[in-house]
Structures are given as C-alpha cells and as structure tokens.
C-alpha cells in the first residue's frame, strides 16, 4: 500500500462493517443518492476495504465522492442510457454519475450478453470514478464467468488498483 493512504496504529480507529455501511450509505443519501444506488456504492468502498485496498475504500474516496457532489462533479441521480447496442456489445452514457454504482450494471449486462453469444462487452462513458474496479470482474468471477474491467481516466493521476 502507498505511504501516504497508511494510518498509523494509534490513530486507527475499528468499526464493525455494519455500522460503517449504515454511516456511509447514510452519507450517500445525504447527497442525493437513491437509497438503492447509496447502498451499492457503499458496498463497492465498504468491501474495497475488507479487501485491504483501503486507497479506494471509505477513508480515501467517499471524501472525494462528497465533494464531488456538492461541486456538480458527480450527478447524484443520473440516468444511465443505452446509446448504442449489438448482440455481444453495448455502449452505456453514465450522466456524470458515480462509476462505482454504474460498474455493476455495466457488467451484468456483459454478463448477461456473453450468457446469449458467448462474448460481451460494455463500455461505459461519461461516468464518474470507478473506483476499486476488480469489485466488478469478481461479479462476473462469483457467476462462475471471466470478467475484466479497464477505465481510461484523466482524474486521480490515471492509476487504476485492482
């Protein structure tokens, strides 16, 4: 883990993870955000740290998320539309919405399109953030399929974590 994101051992503070996902969707739904779609991405940031990737868990990001909502960075109730579609691909528009709720509908439907061709692809513009991106390809990996997620992102010095 990076340096900088690392607490040291006094400072650290433990909270069960049910409580954390209580807090942390809370905070969402303060922002706007569908109770539903706060609930998703607070499991994306909640199970990034489990996961001990704590750079894209609540410590790190929901901060960043919040700001990004209260600037008009990150739109707190997008619509995400299909702007193109094939039988193995689609192409989504996520309205400047949080990429770590719109990871997962992008992938279900990858999923459910290599489920009828074999193969499928989704690319999803015009979103925000994805943040701990291997969140998605386990999705497809718990499905007993093989999922892989790539962003192209100018923000956050273009780094991508698993």
């Given at each position: 883990?990076?340096?900088?994101?690392?607490?040291?051992?006094?400072?650290?503070?433990?909270?069960?993870?049910?409580?954390?996902?209580?807090?942390?969707?809370?905070?969402?739904?303060?922002?706007?955000?569908?109770?539903?779609?706060?609930?998703?991405?607070?499991?994306?940031?909640?199970?990034?740290?489990?996961?001990?990737?704590?750079?894209?868990?609540?410590?790190?990001?929901?901060?960043?998320?919040?700001?990004?909502?209260?600037?008009?960075?990150?739109?707190?109730?997008?619509?995400?539309?299909?702007?193109?579609?094939?039988?193995?691909?689609?192409?989504?528009?996520?309205?400047?919405?949080?990429?770590?709720?719109?990871?997962?509908?992008?992938?279900?439907?990858?999923?459910?399109?290599?489920?009828n061709v074999g193969m499928g692809v989704v690319s999803?513009?015009?979103?925000?953030?994805?943040?701990?991106?291997?969140?998605?390809?386990?999705?497809?990996?718990?499905?007993?399929?093989?999922?892989?997620?790539?962003?192209?992102?100018?923000?956050?010095?273009?780094?991508?974590?698993?």
């Amino acid at each position: 883990m990076l340096e900088r994101f690392r607490v040291r051992p006094e400072d650290e503070v433990r909270v069960q993870h049910d409580d954390l996902r209580a807090t942390v969707a809370a905070i969402f739904e303060a922002m706007g955000v569908p109770p539903d779609e706060a609930a998703e991405a607070t499991d994306v940031l909640v199970t990034a740290d489990l996961r001990g990737v704590e750079t894209h868990g609540v410590s790190n990001m929901l901060r960043t998320y919040v700001a990004g909502y209260r600037d008009g960075a990150i739109n707190p109730r997008p619509t995400l539309t299909m702007v193109r579609e094939r039988h193995g691909t689609a192409t989504l528009d996520g309205d400047r919405g949080l990429g770590i709720v719109h990871g997962r509908r992008a992938m279900e439907l990858a999923m459910a399109k290599a489920a009828n061709v074999g193969m499928g692809v989704v690319s999803l513009r015009n979103s925000r953030h994805l943040g701990a991106i291997g969140h998605f390809a386990r999705i497809a990996a718990d499905a007993n399929m093989v999922g892989m997620c790539m962003s192209a992102s100018g923000g956050l010095r273009g780094r991508v974590v698993p």
